[in-house]
């Protein structure tokens, strides 16, 4: 008689459910490894620099996006997450237009850009990817230790691991590995750069009527605007809005991420509300926000990304990284990271022992700004 032989799927662990993190390991599962489990720190969802915060103001509820306002779709992998995301009602095309803007409220729309945004707060992007995967939120991983006798990782107290996957920010990646036994980029994770950005999420009392939805800025202060972050209920009449600084403004003004002093919160939102005016030429003397909230983001965006590959895998100790150092600083980049990873992990698992990226080559990064996939 024939015996079945039973299939083994092997047990991974995903460090971080920012998108990378996420959309790995829905192809993981989509490819047959279905054993997967994601920890990432946020306290109720995943979704890192691709969620939203909700904030009362007055009673009601506002959704900011505090990090990436809209996102490109030019791959054709990531297309396909997108008609995923677009099925379940997640995304949507961005009706409004996005703008160059040269400051007196001047601006150009910029053309041929293909933008998407979520439909409820950014989080509606990570909730409908954690469908498909296992989730562990609140969940601060502070150790991982590869085992040479078994050949397995172990994750803090969270168990054995056949394979292990790092999904986020290059530095962090690499501080966590190093106490792994397995450095896996070594000395050359010294090059990799980070910036830092302020961002001011405002409350408006009313409409601006700006006329676009986001603005890419040409100004010292203010590199980015997005008022598509307002999310009103039938009560309110406040407009949400986002002001993301330069990266100058980000070091001139770098301070404690974790703790920032009051008057430093007070002197960079005045600075971004003065540069917000002279852009967009509104009068805040007659439009004064109505509730601000200055946010740091220490280890905001790469400068620079590895060359040559798009995410990392050392072979001998099955363990991988993606995210947005490896291909291009923005969402659509982390998510072709993430696929990129899945498959070779899925050829690995097939027997394919291929070591990618493990010799990096930092370039400067080359899109135009955050969020435009080169
Ligand atoms: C201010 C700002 C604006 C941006 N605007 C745009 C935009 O408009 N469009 C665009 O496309 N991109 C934008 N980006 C870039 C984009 O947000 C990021 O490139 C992308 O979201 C990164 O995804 P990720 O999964 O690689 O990392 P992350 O989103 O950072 O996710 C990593 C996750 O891992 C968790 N984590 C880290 N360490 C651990 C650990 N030890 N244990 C457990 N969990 C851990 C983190 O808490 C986080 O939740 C912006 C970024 C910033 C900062």
């Known amino acids: 008689i024939a015996m079945a032989t039973p299939v083994t799927i092997p047990l991974v662990a995903i460090v971080g459910g920012g998108i990378s993190g996420l959309v790995c390991t829905a192809r993981l599962s989509q490819l047959g490894i279905t054993n997967s489990i994601v920890f990432d720190t946020g306290r109720r969802a995943p979704g890192g620099r691709c969620s939203s915060r909700r904030i009362y103001i007055d009673g009601d509820i506002h959704t900011f996006y505090h990090a990436t306002q809209f996102f490109t779709m030019s791959n054709p992998c990531f297309a396909k997450i997108i008609s995923f995301l677009h099925a379940r009602k997640a995304v949507r095309v961005c009706n409004g237009c996005i703008v160059d803007l040269c400051g007196r409220g001047k601006y150009s729309e910029v053309k041929g850009l293909q933008a998407f945004v979520r439909t409820s707060g950014m989080q509606s992007i990570p909730e409908s990817l954690t469908t498909l995967v296992q989730l562990k939120v609140n969940t601060w991983v502070s150790s991982v230790r590869w085992d040479t006798g078994v050949k397995k990782w172990q994750v803090d107290d969270h168990g054995w691991f056949y394979y292990l996957l790092v999904a986020h920010n290059g530095k962090c990646a690499d501080r966590?590995?190093?106490?792994?036994?397995?450095?896996?980029?070594?000395?050359?994770?010294?090059?990799?750069?980070?910036?830092?950005?302020?961002?001011?999420?405002?409350?408006?009392?009313?409409?601006?009527?700006?006329?676009?939805?986001?603005?890419?800025?040409?100004?010292?202060?203010?590199?980015?605007?997005?008022?598509?972050?307002?999310?009103?209920?039938?009560?309110?009449?406040?407009?949400?809005?986002?002001?993301?600084?330069?990266?100058?403004?980000?070091?001139?003004?770098?301070?404690?991420?974790?703790?920032?002093?009051?008057?430093?919160?007070?002197?960079?939102?005045g600075k971004l509300l003065e540069g917000f005016?002279?852009?967009?030429?509104?009068?805040?003397?007659?439009?004064?926000?109505?509730?601000?909230?200055?946010?740091?983001?220490?280890?905001?965006?790469?400068?620079?990304?590895?060359?040559?590959?798009?995410?990392?895998?050392?072979?001998?100790?099955?363990?991988?990284?993606?995210?947005?150092?490896?291909?291009?600083?923005?969402?659509?980049?982390?998510?072709?990271?993430?696929?990129?990873?899945?498959e070779v992990l899925s050829t690995h698992w097939d027997r394919e022992r291929k070591d990618v990226g493990l010799r990096p080559v930092f370039v400067p990064t080359e899109s135009k700004a955050i969020g435009m996939f080169p």
């Open 176 to 269: 966590l590995m190093a106490g792994s036994g397995v450095p896996v980029l070594g000395p050359k994770a010294n090059l990799m750069q980070l910036c830092f950005l302020w961002v001011l999420l405002a409350a408006f009392p009313r409409k601006l009527e700006l006329g676009y939805e986001g603005a890419f800025v040409e100004h010292k202060d203010v590199l980015r605007i997005g008022n598509n972050a307002a999310k009103y209920s039938s009560s309110s009449q406040l407009e949400c809005g986002t002001i993301i600084s330069t990266k100058s403004f980000g070091t001139i003004h770098k301070v404690p991420q974790e703790h920032i002093p009051p008057s430093k919160e007070k002197e960079v939102t």
């Open 277 to 342: 005016a002279e852009v967009t030429d509104v009068d805040l003397k007659a439009l004064r926000p109505r509730f601000s909230k200055a946010q740091l983001w220490g280890a905001a965006n790469p400068l620079n990304v590895l060359h040559g590959a798009e995410c990392v895998f050392k072979a001998s100790h099955n363990v991988g990284i993606c995210g947005d150092w490896l291909v291009s600083p923005c969402v659509e980049g982390v998510a072709v990271s993430g696929l990129a990873l899945a």
